[in-house]
C-alpha cells in the first residue's frame, strides 16, 4: 500500500489532469458552432469539475488539507490539452476534436497509471470509476472526430 505523501501526489496530478480538462472542454465548447458538440463538450467540463471535487474529497481524507485546485500551464502543455486558441480560430469542428482527443488520450494514461498504482481500495473505486468514464468520453470524441472527417 502506498503511503499517505505518495497517494497525495497521485490525487494532485489526477486533479490536474481533470482540471486541463475542464478547462480544454470549456475553450472548445466556445467555440464550435453545432449545438450538440457544445452541449457534449459543456457535459464534459462540468463531469471534470464533479470529478476535481471528488478528488479533493478524497485527498482531504489523506490529510491534503489543500488539494490541488488549478491546472498548470506547463504540465497542460505536457498532457496533451496544448493552447487550443490556434484551432479554435478557425471553428473547425474536426481539429477542435483531434485536440480533444489528444488532451483526453494523456487522461486516460494519468488515470490508467493511477488504477495500477495500489491506492487504498475505497480510492480505487473512486479512481476506476472516473477512469471508466473517461475512457468512454475519450472513445465518443475519438468516433465523433472520425465521423467529422467524411462528413
Same mark, same amino acid.
Given at each position: 500500500?502506498?503511503? &499517505? *505523501? #505518495? ?13 486541463? =480538462?475542464?478547462?480544454?472542454? *470549456? &475553450?472548445? !465548447? ?5 449545438? *450538440? ?5 459543456? @457535459?464534459?467540463?462540468? &463531469?471534470?469539475? /464533479?470529478?476535481?471535487?471528488?478528488? &479533493?474529497?478524497? +485527498? /482531504?481524507?489523506?490529510?491534503?488539507? *489543500? ?5 498548470? %500551464? !506547463? =504540465? +497542460? ?12 480560430? =478557425?471553428?473547425?469542428?474536426? %481539429?477542435?476534436? %483531434?485536440?480533444?482527443?489528444? =488532451?483526453?488520450?494523456? +487522461? ?5 497509471? %493511477?488504477?495500477? @498504482?495500489?491506492?487504498?481500495? $475505497? ?8 477512469? $471508466? #468514464?473517461?475512457?468512454? !468520453?475519450? @472513445? ?6 472520425? $465521423?467529422?472527417?467524411?462528413?
Amino acid at each position: 500500500m502506498k503511503e &499517505q *505523501k #505518495e497517494i497525495i501526489s497521485v490525487l494532485d496530478e489526477l486533479i490536474e489532469t481533470l482540471k486541463d =480538462g475542464q478547462h480544454g472542454y *470549456k &475553450q472548445a !465548447a466556445e467555440h464550435v458552432s453545432d449545438p *450538440k458538440l457544445k452541449s457534449l463538450f459543456r @457535459d464534459y467540463s462540468d &463531469q471534470r469539475s /464533479r470529478f476535481v471535487t471528488a478528488l &479533493q474529497s478524497e +485527498a /482531504r481524507k489523506f490529510g491534503d488539507d *489543500k488539494p490541488e485546485d488549478d491546472s498548470s %500551464a !506547463a =504540465g +497542460a502543455l505536457h498532457r496533451g490539452w496544448i493552447d487550443l486558441k490556434s484551432v479554435f480560430t =478557425g471553428g473547425d469542428e474536426h %481539429a477542435i476534436l %483531434a485536440e480533444c482527443e489528444r =488532451g483526453e488520450d494523456s +487522461a486516460v494514461e494519468e488515470f490508467q497509471k %493511477a488504477v495500477n @498504482d495500489d491506492l487504498p481500495p $475505497a480510492l480505487q473505486e473512486v479512481v476506476s470509476r472516473q477512469y $471508466a #468514464e473517461i475512457k468512454a !468520453a475519450h @472513445d465518443r470524441i475519438r468516433d465523433l472526430r472520425d $465521423a467529422s472527417k467524411t462528413g
